[in-house]
C-alpha cells in the first residue's frame, strides 16, 4: 500500500468551475498535510499546509483535512487556465523530519 | 529575502562516477531535505539535514550521503551512479520550530538539478 495515495488523473475542468483534487494517506501517526502545485518542467511550490480537521482558506484555494478517514483534499475555486499543472499531496510524520509525496493529480483547465 | 538555489541545473554523468549536488536554504531556515523524483512520480524521500546531521532517511542505499554546513547549504553525493539514478534532484529548505507548534517543516523546494546517468 502506497502511503500517500493520489489519482494520478488527468482531471479535467472547464474554466470558471471547481476542481476537487482528493489525498488518502496510511500513517495515522501524520500530522502536517501539504498541497503543493508543479507545472512541468518546474519544482514543486507549496501553496497550503493544513494541520487541523476542518477546512482551510487562502483564496481561490481551500484544503479539507479528516484525519479519521485519514483524507485530505483541495479545492480550486473559479479554475483559471493558469491553474494546469500536477497537484502533489504530502504528508508529513511526527517530528516533521519526514514528508511522503503522492504521485500527483494532473489538473487541466479548458479555456 | 533569498529564496532556495541549486547548482548545478543540469548534470550528465556515466555510471559508475559520482556526483555532487549543492543547495543553499533559503535566508533564515536551518533544516534542508533532498528528494530525488523520476518523471511522472513524487519526489521520493533520500534524507534530511539538521544541526549538521541526518535527522531521518527514506530507502535509499548508503552510497546516498549528504552533509550540512554551518551556513546551513547542504550537499548530496551519490556513489557509483547507476542509470536508476537519472532524475530531478530537489533540495528543500525549512525551519524546525518548537515540538508540537504548527508550522511543521512547510518546506520550499529550489528549482532543482536534473541528473542524466549514460
Known amino acids: 500500500q502506497k502511503e500517500v495515495e493520489q489519482n494520478s488523473g488527468p482531471l479535467s475542468v472547464p474554466e470558471g468551475a471547481i476542481a476537487s483534487l482528493n489525498c488518502t494517506y496510511s500513517?495515522?501517526?501524520?500530522?502536517?498535510f501539504f498541497w503543493y502545485r508543479q507545472y512541468s518542467g518546474k519544482s514543486p511550490e507549496l501553496i497550503m499546509s493544513?494541520?487541523?480537521?476542518g477546512d482551510k482558506e487562502d483564496g481561490r484555494f481551500t484544503a479539507q483535512l479528516n484525519k479519521a478517514s485519514q483524507y485530505v483534499s483541495l479545492l480550486i475555486r473559479d479554475s483559471q487556465p493558469s491553474d494546469s499543472a500536477t497537484y502533489l499531496c504530502a504528508a508529513g510524520n511526527t517530528g516533521g523530519f519526514k514528508t511522503i509525496f503522492g504521485a500527483g493529480t494532473r489538473l487541466f483547465v479548458k479555456a | 529575502e533569498t529564496g532556495v538555489t541549486q547548482s548545478p541545473t543540469h548534470l550528465i554523468k556515466t555510471r559508475g562516477q559520482q556526483v555532487t549536488l549543492r543547495c543553499s536554504s533559503q535566508s533564515g531556515h536551518n533544516t534542508v531535505s533532498w528528494y530525488q523524483q523520476a518523471l511522472g512520480q513524487g519526489p521520493q524521500f533520500i534524507f534530511q539535514y539538521y544541526r549538521e546531521e541526518e535527522n531521518g532517511r527514506g530507502n535509499f542505499p548508503p552510497r546516498f550521503s549528504g552533509l550540512q554546513f554551518p551556513n546551513y547549504s547542504s550537499e548530496l553525493n551519490v556513489n557509483a551512479l547507476e542509470l536508476d539514478d537519472s532524475a530531478l534532484y530537489l533540495c528543500?529548505?525549512?525551519?524546525?520550530?518548537?515540538?508540537?507548534?504548527?508550522?511543521?517543516?512547510?518546506?520550499?523546494f529550489g528549482p532543482g538539478t536534473r541528473l542524466t546517468v549514460l
Open positions: 493544513i494541520y487541523s480537521n
Open positions: 500513517d495515522r501517526g501524520s500530522q502536517s
Open positions: 528543500a529548505s525549512s525551519l524546525a520550530g518548537l515540538a508540537g507548534v504548527p508550522p511543521y517543516n512547510e518546506q520550499f
